[in-house]
């Protein structure tokens, strides 16, 4: 089959799909593909028909996330989630999905125009749990639910019908790979969920159940009351230490009290404190509608006892949902980046497995040894010692190393920076690392490393230290540490060693893999194949090469014949122009604190 070009574009208007489906016109198109409005030839039966673009049918995941959302879709019966009724593949190459076609606004369009009345929201949130208990019950967790994936209809007896759509990542059944943090169905879901909406569970990596979609459905109602979602912050990476480590902002004062405490007990940090189904949800939900005066039929299962004994907490942040997360946390490993203040470490508290941060008995900390608290006044020489003052930090390093707390290690290293001595404070961090890896996230700790790295006599302890203790950010940090000056030195030559090593590389994002993809490429037609992870994952890192791939001149007689003759075919043009628009407006890694 072949596809028309309207406008630059392929276009497959006009066109009959499989045999049964006539192309109307093109609803809309993402990164991902285009959506079309379609009729069934011989029922003329309305269907959306979504088409994923043909350069990324070579990317497996994408191809299992498209199939994922056609089985998601088509396993669960129940009127609140749009339903697939085909998918299949095309003679081009390329896979398509017929879903049911619907007319509505989406709810984010709705949010934007104001917060929703308290009865309005919760009858809203009553029918996406509706949806998600049928899908939880086929075995399915949506994980990325957001407002922009509600759809509200106007039907007759309800002016917001809800409809939930895309469960492109969805978790499918009991398959525990999919939930590795190196699956590549989890990478996905890290680039295409959306960490506003994410429960702590999956912005730390673990394996999620369907508790993460009532923590969304949390967040959305945060959203309908209030305006806003809860945690917001210009870095990924912060947004999703918030929904880890921070408590929930109170709602407006004007929220009733039950319904404010409704919404703080879906946004219990720790899953086993949340509530735990659905259908429990929805019991609280029909208590706190009847609690505003609104009658439902449910309620007549519960006597007044009962429904008192399901009664709220006082408005605002659930007592456990700070404090939880703090022993599930421990041994995470994050798929996304995470930030953890180091700053956490000095203060009275100390998270540190007693076996690692116990001490002699003769020090001013023994007792954190059983308590994880640290003594003021060690809290106190350490806070000195970490900003360089010259006292305090030899006496810390008078202390003995063995049984040292991370924070030692934290405060010495910081110390030494501030004074000069990089090499002896890339010592101290390595130590604290080894410790507690979950450092590694640290803006700050991996500013001071990049920092180093520009020095001659602390540069290759700092790459080795990035290529062995921090994981992805250390992968970004050593691409950084190379591509920054055109000038060939020993430290660029290590970074580029160490960057494309194998343990190494296996943790680099899907951004920093096909940058390195990138620089490999010896002919066009290997930068073409290319072309279809670099619309999905590219970053500004990528766009000087693509820029390069743009040019008609440069090789031949005179340097004026084109050296990519084949990306020039109209299809493939438009897909580095679009590869090289997404790449410019996604942010490259920096290392500033």
């Given at each position: 089959?072949?596809?028309r070009v309207?406008?630059?574009?392929p276009?497959?208007?006009?066109?009959?799909?499989?045999?049964?489906?006539?192309?109307?016109?093109?609803?809309?198109?993402?990164?991902?593909?285009?959506?079309?409005?379609?009729?069934?030839?011989?029922?003329?039966?309305?269907?959306?028909?979504?088409?994923?673009?043909?350069?990324?049918t070579?990317?497996?995941?994408?191809?299992?996330?498209?199939?994922?959302?056609?089985?998601?879709?088509?396993?669960?019966?129940?009127?609140?989630?749009?339903?697939?009724?085909?998918?299949?593949?095309?003679?081009?190459?390329?896979?398509?999905?017929?879903?049911?076609?619907?007319?509505?606004?989406?709810?984010?369009?709705?949010?934007?125009?104001?917060?929703?009345?308290?009865?309005?929201?919760?009858?809203?949130?009553?029918?996406?749990?509706?949806?998600?208990?049928?899908?939880?019950?086929?075995?399915i967790?949506?994980?990325?639910?957001?407002?922009?994936?509600?759809?509200?209809?106007?039907?007759?007896?309800?002016?917001?019908?809800?409809?939930?759509?895309?469960?492109?990542?969805?978790?499918?059944?009991?398959?525990?790979?999919?939930?590795?943090?190196?699956?590549?169905l989890?990478?996905?879901?890290?680039?295409?969920?959306?960490?506003?909406?994410?429960?702590?569970?999956q912005?730390?990596?673990?394996?999620?159940?369907?508790?993460?979609?009532?923590?969304?459905?949390?967040?959305?109602?945060?959203?309908?009351?209030?305006?806003?979602?809860?945690?917001?912050?210009?870095?990924?990476?912060?947004?999703?230490?918030m929904?880890?480590?921070?408590?929930?902002?109170?709602?407006?004062?004007?929220?009733?009290?039950?319904?404010?405490?409704?919404?703080?007990?879906?946004?219990?940090?720790?899953?086993?404190?949340?509530?735990?189904?659905?259908?429990?949800?929805?019991?609280?939900?029909?208590?706190?509608?009847?609690?505003l005066?609104?009658?439902?039929?449910?309620?007549?299962?519960?006597?007044?006892?009962?429904?008192?004994?399901?009664?709220?907490?006082?408005?605002?942040?659930?007592?456990?949902?700070?404090?939880?997360?703090?022993?599930?946390?421990?041994?995470?490993?994050?798929?996304?980046?995470?930030?953890?203040?180091?700053?956490?470490?000095?203060?009275?508290?100390?998270?540190?497995?007693?076996?690692?941060?116990?001490m002699?008995?003769?020090t001013?900390?023994?007792?954190a040894?059983?308590?994880?608290?640290?003594?003021?006044?060690?809290?106190?020489?350490l806070?000195?010692?970490?900003?360089?003052?010259?006292?305090?930090?030899?006496?810390?390093?008078?202390?003995?190393?063995?049984?040292?707390?991370?924070?030692?290690?934290?405060?010495?290293?910081?110390?030494?920076?501030?004074?000069?001595?990089?090499?002896?404070?890339?010592?101290?961090?390595?130590r604290?690392l080894?410790v507690?890896?979950?450092?590694?996230?640290?803006?700050?700790?991996?500013?001071?490393?990049?920092?180093?790295?520009?020095?001659?006599?602390?540069?290759?302890?700092?790459?080795?230290?990035?290529?062995?203790?921090?994981?992805?950010?250390?992968?970004?940090?050593?691409?950084?540490?190379?591509?920054?000056?055109?000038?060939?030195?020993?430290?660029?030559?290590?970074?580029?060693?160490?960057?494309y090593?194998?343990?190494?590389?296996?943790?680099?994002?899907?951004?920093?893999?096909?940058?390195?993809?990138?620089?490999e490429?010896?002919?066009?037609?290997?930068?073409?194949?290319?072309?279809?992870?670099?619309?999905?994952?590219?970053?500004?890192?990528?766009?000087?090469?693509?820029?390069?791939?743009?040019?008609?001149?440069?090789?031949?007689?005179?340097?004026?014949?084109?050296?990519?003759?084949?990306?020039?075919?109209?299809?493939?043009?438009?897909?580095?122009?679009?590869?090289?628009?997404?790449?410019?407006?996604?942010?490259?890694?920096?290392?500033?604190?």
């Amino acid at each position: 089959m072949q596809d028309r070009v309207a406008n630059g574009r392929p276009s497959l208007v006009g066109q009959v799909l499989a045999e049964r489906y006539e192309i109307q016109y093109k609803i809309g198109s993402g990164g991902m593909g285009a959506v079309y409005y379609a009729e069934h030839v011989h029922m003329r039966k309305p269907v959306a028909v979504k088409v994923l673009h043909r350069e990324l049918t070579v990317l497996p995941e994408i191809v299992a996330r498209f199939e994922r959302e056609a089985i998601a879709a088509g396993r669960i019966n129940d009127p609140h989630i749009v339903t697939a009724t085909d998918f299949g593949r095309l003679e081009n190459g390329s896979f398509y999905l017929a879903l049911e076609y619907i007319e509505g606004t989406s709810l984010a369009e709705v949010i934007a125009d104001g917060p929703l009345s308290g009865v309005r929201a919760l009858k809203i949130t009553r029918q996406i749990l509706k949806a998600l208990g049928a899908a939880h019950a086929a075995g399915i967790v949506h994980r990325d639910l957001k407002p922009e994936n509600v759809m509200l209809l106007k039907r007759a007896d309800e002016p917001d019908f809800v409809k939930v759509l895309d469960f492109g990542i969805a978790k499918i059944g009991f398959d525990e790979k999919e939930d590795l943090p190196g699956g590549a169905l989890t990478r996905m879901g890290s680039i295409f969920g959306t960490p506003q909406y994410m429960a702590p569970e999956q912005a730390a990596g673990q394996a999620v159940d369907a508790r993460a979609d009532l923590y969304t459905v949390g967040i959305l109602m945060y959203e309908m009351l209030s305006g806003q979602v809860p945690f917001t912050a210009d870095e990924v990476g912060r947004v999703l230490a918030m929904h880890l480590t921070q408590p929930v902002p109170p709602l407006p004062e004007d929220v009733h009290p039950k319904l404010a405490a409704f919404v703080m007990e879906l946004l219990v940090k720790h899953p086993d404190e949340r509530l735990q189904t659905s259908e429990e949800a929805i019991r609280r939900l029909d208590q706190v509608l009847g609690a505003l005066g609104v009658s439902h039929p449910s309620f007549a299962m519960f006597s007044l006892e009962e429904l008192e004994s399901l009664g709220g907490q006082p408005a605002g942040p659930a007592p456990s949902s700070h404090r939880s997360m703090v022993p599930f946390l421990v041994g995470a490993v994050l798929v996304l980046v995470v930030v953890v203040p180091i700053a956490v470490y000095t203060t009275l508290r100390l998270s540190v497995p007693p076996a690692v941060g116990s001490m002699s008995s003769a020090t001013p900390s023994a007792s954190a040894a059983t308590t994880g608290e640290m003594d003021p006044k060690l809290a106190a020489l350490l806070a000195k010692a970490a900003s360089g003052n010259p006292e305090a930090l030899a006496e810390v390093e008078g202390r003995p190393d063995e049984g040292r707390v991370v924070a030692e290690w934290v405060a010495l290293a910081r110390g030494r920076m501030a004074t000069g001595r990089l090499r002896e404070g890339i010592e101290a961090y390595d130590r604290a690392l080894a410790v507690d890896p979950s450092l590694a996230a640290d803006r700050s700790l991996l500013a001071q490393i990049r920092e180093a790295a520009k020095h001659e006599k602390a540069g290759a302890a700092a790459l080795r230290l990035a290529a062995t203790r921090l994981g992805a950010d250390g992968a970004d940090l050593l691409y950084d540490v190379w591509v920054a000056t055109k000038a060939k030195t020993k430290i660029t030559a290590l970074a580029k060693q160490l960057v494309y090593s194998a343990d190494v590389r296996q943790n680099a994002t899907p951004a920093l893999s096909v940058a390195l993809k990138l620089r490999e490429a010896e002919d066009c037609e290997e930068f073409k194949r290319l072309l279809g992870e670099v619309t999905l994952s590219g970053d500004r890192r990528v766009v000087r090469i693509l820029a390069q791939l743009q040019a008609k001149t440069g090789c031949g007689k005179g340097m004026r014949e084109d050296c990519y003759g084949c990306l020039r075919d109209d299809e493939t043009e438009e897909t580095l122009r679009n590869a090289l628009a997404t790449a410019r407006n996604k942010s490259a890694p920096t290392f500033v604190p």
